[in-house]
């Protein structure tokens, strides 16, 4: 992604913390997908994102990790909840953490959204552990 004037370093910490959490061949594929029409909207979320949000020294990556799942998940953001699951190999956050966030999604934004968060957790857990059964 080319970088944006004017915010510069909230634009490179995103870029950063980006990469430290979701991979940095993740953050690569973005920016080769990236079109002149959807440039703002990646420029956007790496600043206000990665660059903002993720980046303040108040919680840890894992911490973060945890509520974004929690709210990914409440939400029904399928796809998020999946690249959020294989981020937790970066962040620091456990299946053990994974699962207690998802009951919190479960008393607090209904059963069927963490049944379906459960669900893809699992698919992901046997991908990244090279089983096909999503066990």
Request: glycine share 8%.
């Amino acid at each position: 992604m080319n970088e944006p004037s004017g915010e510069h370093d909230r634009y490179a910490a995103g870029l950063e913390v980006r990469r430290s959490v979701l991979g940095a061949g993740h953050v690569e594929r973005a920016s080769k997908a990236t079109t002149d029409f959807d440039r703002p909207f990646q420029e956007l979320i790496t600043e206000a994102a990665w660059g903002t949000v993720w980046s303040r020294p108040h919680w840890t990556k894992r911490e973060r990790s945890m509520v974004t799942l929690a709210l990914l998940a409440a939400l029904g953001h399928d796809e998020e909840v999946a690249m959020h699951v294989r981020a937790t190999a970066n962040t620091g956050a456990t299946r053990e953490d994974i699962c207690e966030a998802l009951l919190h999604v479960a008393i607090y934004a209904g059963v069927p959204a963490a049944n379906r968060a459960f669900r893809i957790s699992k698919r992901v857990f046997a991908e990244m552990d090279g089983r096909a059964d999503g066990q």
